[in-house]
């Protein structure tokens, strides 16, 4: 088993409500390591490209916009099988759905927004992971 790297972003609504450290705690705390971290406020450009496996789909421009409202917390974080431990960890899409002991089930629920308002996101597989990763944290 080779040691994987994963990108995982706090979203606007985790940083403003003061979670993004119980949120990285849980994923230390699990046993994977931060290799990089960074907060920034995405652009547009930055955003379009990764979440363009989306664009057209009815939920696209929403959370585009959610999405640039505020700071983001993005981290990656590397360990053997991490892509699917940290989807564990992050639980189901929508934050009202996803089980208790999960990110999402734990701080999440629908606000009025749909489920863009998740908390977290984290890459899907190890070609997503190296795509998003150099997108938000060029060489
Ligand atoms: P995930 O973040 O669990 O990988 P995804 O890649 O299918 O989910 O979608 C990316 C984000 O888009 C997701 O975190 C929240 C938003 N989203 C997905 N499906 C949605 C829907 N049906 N309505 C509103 N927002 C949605
Ligand atoms: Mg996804």
Excluded: C
């Excluded at 959610?66 to 934050?95: C, H, K, N, W």
């Amino acid at each position: 088993m080779t040691t994987e790297r994963t990108l995982v972003l706090v979203k606007p609504d985790g940083v403003s409500r003061g979670l993004t450290g119980a949120i990285l705690a849980r994923v230390e705390a699990k046993g994977y390591r931060i290799a990089a971290l960074a907060q920034l406020t995405p652009s547009r450009d930055l955003l379009a490209k990764h979440y363009a496996e989306h664009e057209g789909k009815p939920f696209y421009e929403p959370l585009l916009e959610f999405m640039e409202s505020g700071p983001v917390v993005a981290a990656v974080f590397e360990g053997e099988r991490v892509i699917e431990g940290f989807r564990s960890l992050a639980g189901a899409t929508d934050p009202t759905a996803a089980a208790p002991g999960t990110i999402r089930g734990d701080f999440g629920r629908d606000w009025g927004l749909k489920v863009q308002q998740n908390l977290v996101h984290g890459s899907d597989s190890v070609e997503s992971a190296e795509r998003e990763i150099g997108i938000w944290f060029p060489a």
